[in-house]
């Protein structure tokens, strides 16, 4: 099993462009979620999917948007990218629902440059 | 708001010593903590979870408890080698609330072993 998976390990944008970060799990988990990492910020919780078919903000949603694709996939999208948004972008999957007895599991991480 | 506090921000250690790392936060209603590692450049491996109902939890050399009326937690390391170098994470889930799943993280120990 793959686990978490993330595409592209490395990417650099100019200021506007547009681009997908794609994220994948194996592990047949509901909730994924997508964190951004800057230094001095720690992680910081971007947007969240509960179960297949919702989708809810987080702590720093602005400038991103989210699909869930299916059960396995889920998606951040940069429509207009800023310098403010160069980041290391980590997804996240939980198993189950509200339960305390769910772990998270990361991913290898985005390292995304906007200049 | 949640907020969590890691202490201290780095230590240097020999090899073979064993050490403390602190983890405090501002709000005991939570559902788990869990501590991770995360390696240069790459993503965050989970390394202990402790329900809000447990007091501690073992793996192998770690040690993680939780008092959760005071807001702490501690990762004991015993006879730390020089591979144990990393930055390691705590993050704690909220109970209730619409949060679903959210971590909130501390900002990191970076710990560096030495031969």
């Known amino acids: 099993n793959a686990g978490v998976t993330q595409t592209p390990k490395f990417q650099v944008l100019k200021t506007g462009q547009s681009m997908t970060l794609q994220c994948a799990q194996d592990m047949n988990h509901n909730s994924m979620y997508w964190y951004r990492q800057d230094p001095g910020m720690g992680l910081r919780l971007i947007y969240y999917s509960a179960s297949e078919g919702t989708t809810d903000k987080g702590e720093v949603p602005n400038g991103y948007n989210v699909s869930r694709l299916n059960k396995r996939e889920f998606s951040l999208r940069l429509e207009s990218a800023a310098p403010s948004q160069t980041s290391v972008y980590f997804c996240?999957?939980?198993?189950?629902?509200?339960?305390?007895?769910?772990?998270?599991?990361f991913g290898p991480g985005t390292r995304l440059t906007v200049l | 708001k949640q907020e969590v506090t890691q202490i201290p921000a780095a230590l240097s250690v020999p090899e073979g010593e064993n050490l403390v790392l602190n983890c405090s936060f501002t709000?005991?209603?939570?559902?788990?903590l869990q501590w991770f590692r995360q390696d240069p450049g790459k993503g965050l491996t989970s390394l202990l979870l402790i329900q809000s109902s447990q007091r501690e939890q073992t793996s192998g050399r770690l040690n993680a408890s939780l008092d959760k009326s005071s807001g702490r937690s501690t990762l004991y390391i015993a006879a730390s080698q020089p591979g144990d170098s990393a930055t390691y994470l705590c993050a704690v889930r909220r109970a209730g609330g619409t949060s679903y799943g959210k971590l909130t993280f501390g900002q990191g120990t970076i710990l560096t072993v030495h031969p």
């Open positions: 709000d005991s209603a939570i559902y788990n």
């Open positions: 996240a999957t939980v198993r189950g629902g509200a339960g305390a007895y769910n772990e998270q599991f």
